[in-house]
């Protein structure tokens, strides 16, 4: 089959479920994968045959998108920050909005006058993708990260080798932790942080397939990590540290009066580029 008329096919079977320029990404994104072509390359070689082998790949990547699962999953992978990122079900896909939280904080690491040996903890490490991007970013750093998914922490590490950064990766369940290990310049963590109520608003290709223990907290308690982080970052951050949190959008005051109230002096609440509360800076 050209493929021209398997790219019309494509279209056509999941015209019902996505928007076009997202099937056309979906698309391009498996052609690269499976038979190494690029976008420009259905323009320059309009009568390209596929075989039957890459027809095979095509048509079960097909089957799994039109389950809508995630075509990161599909393959296995995904980007982050400019880095590659290795990902299956028992990690997040990380989002572009924690990209600009990475953003942030490499921007105040550069600013920062004492930047040798800084250290630094992620809280909830999924993937890998804050400390790694950090890491990539600021080779003058000691970066740790916990999680408490065996399973997660296995794709992280190799994540970090893939980009040849040194990480201490450490499991365990923050919730139980008493103390951190050791005293950091700075901490940061996207924790889950979405109420059971909001999952109306939750895609079915998040809902189904993303990792819930990684998503989700009760709604009687939705803060539930910010609390707990919190109080360990008060004894372990060093002199003039700081906490950095993604936050749940609906929840920006609240999130900024809890650290208020376990003492942080100096925090600031900012928006993501969808003009959503999103992310949070804490120092004491």
């Not at 970013?137 to 994540?159: G, M, W």
């Not at 998503?215 to 982080?229: A, E």
Request: glycine content about 4%; aromatic content about 8%.
């Amino acid at each position: 089959m050209m493929l021209k008329t398997y790219k019309q096919h494509f279209k056509t079977s999941l015209s019902s479920l996505y928007p076009d320029a997202e099937i056309d990404s979906f698309f391009f994104l498996l052609i690269e994968e499976y038979l190494g072509l690029q976008r420009i390359d259905i323009s320059l070689q309009p009568n390209f045959e596929i075989d039957s082998s890459q027809q095979n790949k095509l048509d079960g990547a097909l089957q799994r998108l039109q389950k809508e699962e995630p075509v990161q999953y599909i393959l296995r992978k995904t980007e982050f920050y400019g880095l590659p990122l290795l990902v299956n079900t028992h990690t997040l896909i990380p989002r572009p909005e924690t990209e600009e939280l990475v953003e942030w904080i490499l921007n105040d690491l550069t600013s920062n006058s004492i930047q040798d040996s800084l250290e630094i903890l992620d809280v909830g490490t999924g993937s890998g993708c804050i400390p790694i991007s950090i890491g990539k970013n600021n080779a003058s750093t000691n970066i740790s990260a916990i999680d408490i998914s065996s399973k997660a922490l296995e794709v992280a590490k190799k994540n970090a080798r893939l980009n040849e950064v040194s990480i201490d990766f450490i499991q365990t369940d923050i919730l139980k932790t008493n103390q951190l290990p050791k005293k950091y310049d700075l901490i940061v963590s996207n924790p889950p942080y979405v109420r059971e109520l909001e999952k109306i608003e939750i895609k079915k290709n998040v809902l189904e397939n993303e990792p819930h223990v990684a998503l989700f907290v009760k709604d009687n308690n939705p803060l539930l990590f910010y609390h707990k982080i919190a109080d360990l970052a008060k004894e372990a951050l060093k002199k003039e540290g700081a906490l950095y949190f993604e936050i749940n959008q609906y929840l920006g005051k609240e999130t900024v009066a809890l650290l208020q109230t376990k003492g942080f002096k100096k925090v600031t609440l900012r928006k993501d580029l969808f003009g959503n509360d999103r992310m949070v800076k804490a120092q004491l």
